[in-house]
């Protein structure tokens, strides 16, 4: 980068300025006159740093936080996933449990069905064995009204179970394809970031370049009109300062291009 030295030497030199050892007052405020553009340049130099600055530390932040984001969203699916399977665990416990009360339900009655059949069976038709038949039939009809209910509230439980667990897995389904797209929006945006970052540096660096130069010529200008002795010097001056600017400006231009790449 050209330092305010390098460039008041290049200045110095393009315009044929020769210091000498008295310099008279008039030469003094041609030295004060060139003073101005530099510190001009050197505002230039600040302001280009900072905005590029600014847009870097902008890409930079962005980044975290999506990276964040993406990595909240990843932590909560999985806890959604361990969510699912807990339920699907204890729903499967539940029923598990359901149908071996049913059984040992189902056991007791057959065997006291069985029972009665063989009481019915051993001895002479009585009239107490008559009730002990009609009692059979009524418990084998009670059986199959209860095995009838269990089966309805089985048909019924297996249903919403599934509904549920079909809602459950579309929404962590949902979940998982919006993860998906924003991490592929995010990957896009790290290999576009390089491409936005160039052009914003080459759009400040013309900007700023052609902002320097107008402001430069018209300064110029006007510093030879107030002063005609100085207007050969200064145009040359002027011509000086801004071959200075333009190395500058593509040199920083360059270093920029660099990083994006590097990015």
């Known amino acids: 980068m ?27 405020k041609t030295d004060a006159i060139y003073q101005e553009p530099v510190k001009a340049v050197d505002e230039a130099q600040r302001k280009y740093k900072e905005v590029v600055g600014e847009f870097f530390n902008k890409i930079e932040l962005e ?9 909240e969203k990843a932590e909560y699916i ?3 996933q361990v969510r699912i399977r807990k339920e ?4 499967e416990e539940i029923l598990r449990m359901k149908k071996h009360q049913e059984e040992i339900q189902r056991q007791e009655w057959e065997q ?15 009239p107490t064995d008559r009730n002990l ?15 009838k209910e269990q089966t309805e509230w089985w048909e019924k439980v297996n249903a919403e179970d599934a509904e549920r667990m079909m809602k459950r897995e579309k929404i962590l389904a949902m979940l998982q394809d919006e993860y998906a797209t924003e991490e592929a929006n995010y990957n896009k945006k790290l290999q576009e970031d390089p491409k936005n970052i160039k052009k914003l540096t080459d759009d400040e660096f013309m900007i700023i370049l052609e902002d320097m130069t107008k402001k430069h010529k018209e300064e110029a ?11 050969p010097k200064y145009i040359n001056h002027a011509a000086a300062l801004m071959m ?20």
């Not at 975290?64 to 990595?71: E, F, G, M, S």
């Not at 006291?112 to 009585?126: G, Q």
């Not at 084998?140 to 209860?146: M, N, P, Q, T």
Request: hydrophobic share 30%; charged share 40%; proline share 2%.
């Open 221 to 231: 200008r006007r510093k030879a009109e107030e002063s005609n002795d100085f207007k």
């Open 133 to 147: 038949e009609q009692k059979r039939k009524e418990m084998k009809k009670e059986l199959d009204e209860w095995e």
């Open 244 to 263: 200075g600017v333009d190395v500058w400006a593509r040199k920083q231009h360059k270093r920029n291009s660099d990083k994006c790449i590097i990015l």
């Open 112 to 126: 006291t069905i069985h029972a009665l059949e063989r009481n019915v069976k051993s001895e002479p038709m009585l």
């Open 63 to 71: 980044r975290k936080n999506h990276a964040k984001h993406l990595q």
């Open 88 to 91: 699907k665990d204890n729903s």
């Open 78 to 80: 999985n806890l959604e």
């Open 2 to 28: 050209a330092t305010e030295r390098g460039i008041m030497d290049l200045f110095k030199w393009q315009s044929g300025y020769q210091p000498l050892r008295h310099q008279s007052l008039k030469q003094t």
